[in-house]
């Protein structure tokens, strides 16, 4: 089986698949199919839905099925962390849309805590910051926060290098990853700069465009209920102004915001990065696709489930003084609020969940 990858500069990979080696492609050329009513539409990317844009792959960590392959497998291995009791899919379930609803905020080794909830992997490759305050500004270097934060998977000691050697030997002495490293890199090798651009690669193709919502805006008006309907109208309407920070086909602006669900922030979110005083308070607007299935919700997981977050909107927030303009109340009717959550649980992929390319490969 040939597939042909298209990047943004032109630039083509043509992967050669047997059917032994991970990819969704079947999967992929049933969405293609099934993505919409007019018949020339196409994409250069087989498991991209044809009305979603281009992936952008980094010239430094060009994409391949045996990349892929290998970050599957690395993605649920708890030999990656110090203790070998931590994984990446650990806190992103792919039951749970690549999230994690045990827990309010993310749990590593030695049962510590962090202090923010774990966010979706859903369609993760069209970010453009990672993680609530953006820190990182790749996906490759996103894949290092977590192995060397010490409340994840802590890999990391005063001198770094020492602990990702220990690491890297580790993984050397299991013929199975050498075999891995070897196809997906061209030898054994296994250094922490691979480790990421294969988790990485196989995170580029947790990809969800197939929900009911999908359906409809493909055409089909039957895909989603009245109410549900009615819900998107006010998603849509300048009564609530849900779309302005929910925007686009992956429904976050991938800017940061203060929606009021504090008076005081304890955590100062985005202003931790920049320093500015005027972004305490502010986190990256979260992708709403599979939002049914990632509770609790917000970077603190303080809201347990939609209906609450909808009237923590409703009310207006808590009024701080970094509050977005945006968030003010909304004077919506219980059926209003109903009919939004209806909308909600209406982006909710059942295929996307329900992938066995995603699944635990060992």
Known sequence: MRINFKRKNSVQIVLTISG???????????????TSTDSSCSSSEPYIPC????????????????????????????????????????????????SDVNH???????????????????????????????RFSTLEDQALGPLSSRFEMDITDSSN?????????????????RNLF???????????????????????????????????????NSAISTSAVRGLNL??????SCYRCHSGFNFTDQQFH??????????????NITKNTLDIGKFKTPSLRNVLLTPPYMHDGSYPDLLSVLQNYNAGGKRNSSQDELIRPLHLSAQDITDIIEF???????????????????
């Not at 203060?258 to 202003?271: F, H, P, T």
């Open 161 to 177: 290098l020492q602990t990702y050697n220990i690491i890297c030997n580790n993984l050397s002495t299991f013929s199975k990853y």
């Open 258 to 271: 203060s929606n009021g669900i504090q008076l005081v922030y304890k955590d100062s979110g985005r202003a």
């Open 182 to 220: 070897r196809n997906a890199f061209g030898d054994s090798a296994i250094t922490i700069d691979r480790i990421q651009k294969a988790i990485s690669s196989f995170e580029r193709t947790i990809i969800s465009g197939n929900s009911s919502y999908d359906r409809y805006n493909r055409g089909d």
């Open 20 to 34: 032994s080696i991970f990819f969704h492609a079947c999967f992929a050329k049933e969405i293609v199919s099934n």
């Open 104 to 134: 309010f905020v993310s749990m590593g080794v030695h049962g510590l805590l962090g202090d923010r909830n774990t966010p979706s992997l859903t369609n993760v490759s069209f970010n453009n910051h990672f993680t609530w305050d953006g």
């Open 51 to 98: 009305d979603f844009p281009a992936v952008i792959y980094p010239s430094s960590n060009p994409i391949t099925a045996n990349k892929i392959l290998l970050g599957r497998y690395l993605f649920y291995d708890k030999k990656l962390s110090i203790d070998f009791t931590v994984s990446c899919a650990g806190c992103h379930g792919p039951n749970r849309a690549f």
């Open 344 to 362: 909600l649980k209406s982006l909710t992929d059942s295929t996307f969940i329900n992938n066995k390319d995603f699944s635990n490969p060992w």
């Open 235 to 240: 998603f849509r309407s300048d009564k609530t």
